[in-house]
């Protein structure tokens, strides 16, 4: 029962951990969302206009792609309150951790290479 309690308090780390880092991502994408309008309400040339409106279209994919999750972290953590601490662990929860895992960790390439970018962007038209 320690091994599992042990087991699922580490899950449960994990996914709390995922959720506050999603929850700054969110935030900061907010931040980049109104950079971008201030650069849009300045006379710019079509390029930058159509850079904006790509950055803006990318911003509320990744928006969409935190809130699902978001929901899917609160989701496991509603299983791991639901654990039966006398089952032995069977690695079902490990399993669909991983897999989360991965989501979480091909998101973060993706939000990274989006800010990096975006950032570019701003050198040049601020």
Do not use: P
Request: with cysteine; glycine share 2%.
């Amino acid at each position: 029962m320690i091994v599992k309690a042990n087991y699922l308090s580490d899950l449960k780390f994990n996914l709390d951990t995922w959720k506050r880092e999603l929850r700054f991502h969110f935030d900061e994408m907010d931040t980049f969302e109104e950079k971008l309008e201030e650069i849009a309400s300045r006379e710019y040339d079509k390029k930058a206009t159509m850079m904006i409106e790509n950055f803006q279209n990318r911003i509320m994919i990744e928006k969409a792609a935190i809130s699902k999750l978001k929901h899917r972290c609160r989701n496991k953590l509603a299983n791991i309150y639901k654990a039966d601490f006398n089952e032995n662990i069977d690695g079902r929860l490990q399993g669909e951790q991983n897999t989360l895992k991965d989501d979480m960790r091909t998101y973060i390439k993706m939000h990274y290479d989006l800010k990096e970018e975006m950032m570019d962007f701003f050198r040049e038209w601020l």
